[in-house]
């Protein structure tokens, strides 16, 4: 339910981006055996020996998403990286399906907000010549009209079949009302009519732009020996050249003042249940009250013993299901709060959620409560991360944002240093002003 609930485009890049910030303890380290090298061109190539799993695991992660495209052609990220699977100069869509399996290879192209990637899964046997095929789709991709008007209407179908869910049609009108003219108030798929105005052209040439190799991080983490494979990656890469003066250009950054009133939007749709979100402004996904954030959340409303589903819905009986989000982002970001149930509860429902929010605000939490989520977060984090994959998606995305990828090492320290106080002062900070969208009968 919740992946359907954050609208994600590609599961295992949503699950990795959104995990970056639950880190490991500092006995354990992801890092201590990376190797960067920095080409001339910007582009950034890390690289992990990792003999444990009989793969190897390639991230290449794009600094372009969906936030970036360009007005009046929202979606236009999302296409772009759905088309590179639509044939090359070399290979027919068909072929490059055929050549994979036959290889036992996983090829896969994601978009999300704030990035863009192309995954590699293969064995060490076949890493080579899959590697050849993941080169001749970024360097060679032809964007064939008629795969690209078939992925355009796929696109189309997608997004409008969204709104047919009500968890769906919520959070759309949520974000809309909350981010206002960001880009962030449209999911990835784009728009209605952004998806209408792009021409297959815009998608080759958005391509260019994406690629550039100041744009670019490439991770690769698995069974290899890094004195064979990085003049491979050398040769592969050495020769991208930045600048782009084409068109479409990226949209321009955006402003954005977080909400200074409480808003409300109520949505008529013929449902037995009433659906309800809350949401606030929170800190960026770098912010240094990020951590007192996620632990306020994951209290909040992260799991069977989160305060909303104790309080709401066990002890109250006031709704079906009841949750939290902390949607982090690089950018403006928000935590949200969902709940399900009956109409005539809806009143009830808000006010015990609103009484949860000052809650935090004047109690904060126990040091033995943060503990707590610290470990669960730790423990969380080193499961999901278990994969090459996983392993090399986070290293990419932590180096391409700024921090470094030593920073994947670090970030514990974050949750080890949040305080009683820093959850009250997160609270006051944040826990002003509310949006709300209600979807009832």
């Given at each position: ?9 590609a ?7 959104a ?8 006995q354990?380290s ?7 090298v ?6 950034t190539?890390l ?7 009989d ?32 044939g ?17 290879s ?42 690209f008007e ?20 919520i959070v ?9 003219e ?33 744009h ?13 494979l990085?003049?491979?990656l ?11 003066d ?13 909400p ?11 449902t ?14 770098f ?26 819905r ?11 989000q902390?949607?982090e ?34 109690e ?17 984090y ?12 986070m290293l990419?995305?932590t180096?391409?944002?700024g921090?470094g ?24 900070k ?12």
């Amino acid at each position: 339910m919740r992946m359907r609930f954050r609208l994600a485009i590609a599961a295992l890049l949503v699950l990795v981006l959104a995990c970056g910030s639950a880190l490991a303890s500092v006995q354990f380290s992801y890092t201590d055996d990376v190797q960067k090298v920095v080409l001339e061109s910007g582009l950034t190539l890390l690289l992990k020996e990792n003999p444990a799993f009989d793969i190897i695991a390639v991230g290449l992660l794009s600094g372009i998403g969906s936030v970036h495209d360009p007005e009046g052609l929202e979606g236009l990220t999302y296409l772009t990286q759905r088309n590179l699977l639509s044939g090359t100069t070399n290979r027919t869509a068909q072929e490059l399906v055929i050549e994979l399996e036959s290889l036992g290879s996983q090829l896969q192209t994601a978009a999300s907000y704030d990035y863009s990637a192309i995954m590699l899964q293969s064995t060490p046997a076949s890493f080579e010549a899959s590697f050849a095929v993941l080169m001749d789709l970024i360097n060679n991709s032809t964007f064939p009209e008629r795969e690209f008007e078939r992925e355009r209407s796929l696109s189309q179908s997608t997004l409008g079949s969204l709104t047919d869910d009500p968890m769906n049609a919520i959070v759309l009108g949520y974000l809309e009302l909350f981010y206002g003219e960001h880009p962030y108030k449209l999911s990835p798929y784009g728009s209605p009519i952004g998806l209408t105005n792009i021409r297959r052209e815009d998608t080759e040439n958005w391509h260019t732009y994406m690629y550039q190799p100041e744009h670019i991080v490439v991770a690769v983490v698995g069974n290899f020996d890094t004195a064979e494979l990085l003049p491979l990656l050398k040769t592969s890469f050495g020769d991208w050249q930045n600048g782009y003066d084409k068109q479409p250009m990226p949209r321009e950054e955006v402003d954005f003042v977080y909400p200074a009133e409480d808003r409300e939007l109520v949505i008529n749709i013929p449902t037995e249940a009433a659906f309800l979100i809350m949401g606030y402004p929170a800190p960026a996904s770098f912010d240094q009250d990020s951590a007192s954030m996620a632990v306020i959340n994951s209290i909040l409303g992260e799991g069977m013993s989160s305060r909303l589903f104790t309080e709401i819905r066990d002890k109250r009986g006031l709704a079906y299901t009841a949750m939290s989000q902390y949607d982090e982002r690089l950018g403006p970001s928000n935590l949200l709060i969902f709940l399900a149930t009956h109409p005539q509860n809806v009143d009830q429902a808000r006010n015990q959620v609103l009484a949860e929010m000052k809650r935090f605000a004047d109690e904060g939490l126990t040091e033995a409560e943060i503990a707590h989520i610290a470990t669960q977060k730790r423990g969380l984090y080193i499961i999901q991360n278990e994969t090459n994959l996983n392993q090399a998606l986070m290293l990419a995305m932590t180096e391409l944002t700024g921090r470094g990828y030593q920073w994947v090492d670090d970030y514990m320290s974050f949750f080890d240093n949040v305080t009683p106080e820093d959850i009250k002062e997160t609270a006051q900070k944040y826990f002003q002003h509310y949006t709300e969208v209600l979807i009832i009968p």
